[in-house]
């Protein structure tokens, strides 16, 4: 039985993008999961809401927040394997709020890893991201890629990186840093690109607004990450245990070729605007990321199922009966 692969499992940011996809494919495969949601005095469980409704026996969910030691190490008490996705994510706000990455990415990290410690879990699966790798030096990317900060969002992101490997040297938690390429699917922020524009052509734009058209991204469907993720939890612990690995597609895709695609699923012609205020700093901006996932799956046997093609697809057909998102289509910067 799955129950006895991962024991009490214990994942954070329970109530955001990816966090919510992994939260529900972990109890529709019987584990036993605390997921931890945001504390806000709403009592909302964000993208959790729904699944919250339906009271699984085998999900409790929580609020708190990762920044308060305390908490961390009192609520991670008892789980055996802890999936680490909290964390401040939005480039843009890193400029104008670095200090706010700080304490959430790299001291969250810290309170999590020392709660982990604590409760001697039997594995620590932390969340990076390919922003870690700035504008490619070469392609594929490889986990020897140099790290870059090229934003202070990404600078927090290396911090905790390097955190997690120091704890796994230094006091043998058993760790894995997954590391996603750009992630998509239902549920993702409004911020990224392909949100963006699809919620914009499907609002009935004919002037499309985005920031620069000429970053090259591996995009993965959400779906891919969420089995990555159960992959490196489930594999053996020589194959896994302190090291690094990216996931992606391996294959690349320009704006341009995104404008392309969904022109083309949704049977619309629009024109591309290219709007100062969604450009990021020109030393910021990080022109091309493209993984090499063979390590992953060497690894784990793990490997993309989703065609952007299929992806983006099935994202259309869910954002298409979102209209709060419709809605912001005009707010968020990419």
């Known amino acids: 039985m799955p129950t006895k692969e991962l024991g009490k499992v214990y994942v954070t940011g329970a109530d955001g993008f990816i966090g919510s996809h992994l ?5 529709a495969e019987n584990y036993d999961v605390t997921a931890l949601c945001l504390y806000n005095s709403f009592g909302n469980f964000g993208w959790l809401n729904e699944i919250s ?9 929580i609020l708190g927040d990762i920044r308060d030691p305390f908490f961390m190490k009192e609520s991670i008490k008892g ?21 706010s990455y700080v304490e959430t990415n790299i001291n969250g990290t810290l309170n999590i890893l020392e709660a982990c410690l604590s409760a001697q879990v039997k594995r620590f699966i932390h969340t990076s991201t390919s922003e870690v790798y700035g504008s490619a030096q070469f392609v594929p990317i490889t986990e020897q890629h140099p790290l870059q900060a090229q934003s202070p969002y990404s600078a927090t992101k290396i911090a905790a990186d390097m955190l997690v490997e120091s704890y796994f040297k230094s006091f043998d938690l058993p760790s894995i840093i997954l590391r996603p390429f750009n ?12 949100p963006t524009i699809v919620a914009q052509v499907l609002s009935g734009n004919k002037e499309i607004k985005v920031g620069n058209l000429s970053p090259i991204r591996d995009f ?14 489930l594999a ?8 690094t690995f990216n996931t992606g597609t391996g294959s690349e895709a320009s704006i341009h070729e995104l404008f392309s695609l969904i022109s083309k699923i949704t049977d619309t012609d629009y024109k591309i605007i290219s ?17 090499d996932p063979s390590k992953l799956k060497d690894a784990t046997g793990w490997c993309p199922k989703y065609s952007l093609l299929e992806g983006i697809t ?12 419709l809605k912001l289509s005009d707010i968020y910067h990419t």
């Open 53 to 61: 409704e339906k009271k699984p026996k085998n999900l409790k969910i």
């Open 220 to 233: 993965n469907f959400v779906t891919d990450t969420v089995n990555a993720f159960l992959a490196v939890s």
């Open 275 to 291: 709007d100062h205020e969604r450009i990021r700093p020109e030393k910021s901006e990080v022109e091309k990321l493209i993984s």
């Open 79 to 99: 789980h055996d394997t802890v999936f680490h996705l909290a964390a401040l994510i939005a480039i843009p706000h890193s400029y104008k709020a670095p200090k």
């Open 314 to 325: 099935e994202f259309i057909e869910w954002i298409r009966f979102q209209k709060r998102y």
């Open 236 to 243: 053996t612990d020589s194959k896994v245990l302190g090291k």
């Open 23 to 27: 939260v529900e494919k972990l109890v």
């Open 183 to 194: 992630t998509y699917g239902p549920r993702q922020s409004m911020r990224a690109i392909i």
